[in-house]
């Protein structure tokens, strides 16, 4: 389902399915970050659904991201502060990381077009996440957006990866799948 028009990057919060046929082939990308062939194989059969829960806090946007893959590749979770501060993260695909994300106006990502085309709002504010791998030398920066793909709205994120002279990039479109079920509290501690 495409992203309505009240979903922004100021509001991400829900449950968002990576569209593989609009999403560009991550296969090389994957192996170029170290990832073994039989985990990419999984990886491109899995559905692959990201919740996000996006809040401030401490005058910060804090985007916390619980990842699921079917077929028993797993999940991860990310927790990223948009404040362009690095932190470790130990991640069970991608090994031990460093990353930092921040608020950005597409004049200000570095040099690569890639990352800054395409998008809805060329003008406004977008996510920006970069990423260092400390045991596999790649780096990866990634620009979030939406994009009207096939006159639809999608959420979409422009991915590089580099690694020494070679670098990879892709597109990766999700799809909306409405907000998390809630608990409703009067049922706290029922069984059914």
Not at 15 to 25: E, I, P, Q, R, Y
Not at 42 to 48: D, G, P
Not at 54 to 83: F, P
Not at 109 to 124: A, H, P, R, S
């Amino acid at each position: 389902m495409a992203a309505p028009p009240e979903k922004t990057l100021k509001d991400l919060n829900g449950k968002w399915v990576m569209n593989k046929t609009l999403s560009d082939d991550t296969d090389y990308i994957l192996q170029m970050q170290g990832v073994g062939w039989f985990l990419r194989k999984a990886i491109s059969l899995a559905t692959i659904t990201l919740t996000i829960t996006e809040y401030i806090k401490d005058d910060s946007t804090h985007v916390d991201i619980s990842q699921v893959a079917t077929g028993g590749v797993g999940g991860t979770t990310e927790k990223r502060i948009l404040d362009w501060t690095y932190r470790d993260h130990e991640d069970r695909i991608f090994g031990k990381i460093k990353g930092k994300s921040r608020w950005v106006k597409l004049a200000d990502v570095d040099d690569d077009k890639f990352l800054k085309e395409g998008y809805d709002d060329m003008d406004g504010e977008h996510i920006q996440g970069y990423v260092e791998s400390y045991n596999n030398g790649w780096t990866a920066d990634q620009v979030w957006g939406f994009q009207e793909i096939d006159g639809k709205r999608y959420h979409v994120r422009h991915v590089v990866v580099r690694k020494g002279d070679d670098w990879k990039q892709a597109r990766l479109v999700y799809n909306f799948q409405g907000n998390p079920d809630k608990k409703d509290e009067e049922d706290d501690g029922l069984a059914y």
